[in-house]
């Protein structure tokens, strides 16, 4: 299964944009590349998933590299509420029962 | 967290005791999923299903059971509760038509 590699932890200041970087070296042609966050001990929420193009939806845009090795998730303007672990995650396939393999996420604070 | 409601909310249990955890939603999603999440960690999947009537395990399905009677509801067994299952739980859903997987809120178990 393909891992994910995040930085610990990282600041932002209020407004300005937030670019969390992932690293996913071993991932596979069909494998897609998701998003979520959690807030304290809530549910994890979806943020945006792709396979190969960037994408851009309400909350975040989603840059990945050509090669697909790497990708960056983009909060435009960060606010105080966007405080939480960001979870890069590539999804397996169906012997592993599509599971989503969380890793240790990154937990990004966001400071006035 | 869309329409998927975990229940209870909170429980705590002898060592030995059974309980099951309860998942309903109101999406007709096909697939559904239970991820258990302990202290500073990622969700491990437990167990997963594709549909009613079909069931199978995740990463670690010891000491838990499940039934897919219908699309809705995905109950979650605990047969002889063991303090190493004290940790949070989520149940998770998807759609046929997208790779959006939704979380509940999450159910606090704490075995003694």
């Known amino acids: 299964d393909a891992k994910t590699t995040q930085p610990p932890s990282m600041d932002c200041a209020e407004g300005r944009a937030a670019n969390l970087p992932c690293n996913h070296s071993t991932i596979s042609g069909n494998e897609y590349v998701y998003w979520y966050r959690q807030i304290h001990s809530q549910g994890p929420q979806y943020i945006i998933h792709?396979?190969?193009n960037n994408e851009t939806n309400e909350m975040a845009s989603l840059i990945i590299t050509e090669d697909r090795k790497s990708s960056t998730l983009i909060l435009p303007h960060a606010t105080l509420r966007d405080t939480a672990v960001y979870y890069c995650?590539?999804?397996?396939?169906?012997?592993?029962?599509?599971?989503?393999?969380f890793g240790k996420g990154t937990s990004l604070l966001v400071t006035p | 967290n869309a329409g998927v409601t975990q229940t209870p909310k909170f429980q705590v249990l002898k060592t030995g005791q059974s309980m099951t955890l309860q998942c309903a939603q109101d999406m007709n999603h096909e697939y559904m999923s239970w991820y258990r999440q302990d202290p500073g960690m990622g969700l491990r999947l437990i167990h997963y299903s594709v549909g009613a009537g079909i069931t199978d395990q995740g990463e670690v399905p010891n000491g838990y059971n499940v039934s897919r009677s219908t699309t809705e509801d995905f109950p979650l067994r605990l047969l002889s509760a063991a303090p190493s299952q004290t940790s949070v739980y989520f149940c998770a859903t998807e759609g046929n038509s997208g790779n959006t997987i939704y979380f509940g809120e999450g159910s606090w178990l704490t075995v003694v």
């Open positions: 995650i590539v999804r397996v396939g169906p012997d592993s029962g599509y599971a989503l393999n």
């Open positions: 792709g396979l190969k």
